[in-house]
Nanobody
Framework: VQLQAFGGGLVQAGGSLRLSCAAS????????TAWFRQAPGKEREFVGA???????YYADSVKGRFTISRDNANNAVYLQMNNLKPEDTAVYYC????????????????????WGQGTLVTVSS
């Protein structure tokens, strides 16, 4: 299973970016995908996730600003990020797992087996 996250870049505060997560060797729509981020010197942090059933989960810090969507035809998942803030600056990763974690474990990085290489998002003030 290979995941690839891309679409990061430099954006001003208040701007938008859309990240993409593409997969090979696994059908994301049949499992689920999570997004995490890691800022310099900080632990990896849950951003959001979508279960194969269509249930969505978001961190409080991004709720209302970030939206996850699925593109089943292209085996991809997107993270639309609006109203970006400097504190959103981080490397963003997508992840999946053979068995998508139960709801109480969705937010923990150790719940996921497969990770993309990460894409850097920098939000300037």
């Amino acid at each position: 299973v290979q995941l690839q996250a891309f679409g990061g870049g430099l954006v001003q505060a208040g701007g938008s970016l859309r990240l993409s997560c593409a997969a090979s060797g696994r059908t994301l729509s049949s499992h689920g995908t999570a997004w995490f981020r890691q800022a310099p010197g900080k632990e990896r942090e849950f951003v959001g996730a979508v279960r194969w059933t269509g249930s969505y989960y978001y961190a409080d810090s991004v709720k209302g600003r970030f939206t996850i969507s699925r593109d089943n035809a292209n085996n991809a998942v997107y993270l639309q990020m609006n109203n970006l803030k400097p504190e959103d600056t981080a490397v963003y990763y997508c992840a999946t797992s053979p068995n998508f974690p139960i709801t109480s474990a969705v937010r923990y990085p150790e719940s996921y087996h497969y990770w993309g290489q990460g894409t850097l998002v920098t939000v300037s003030s």
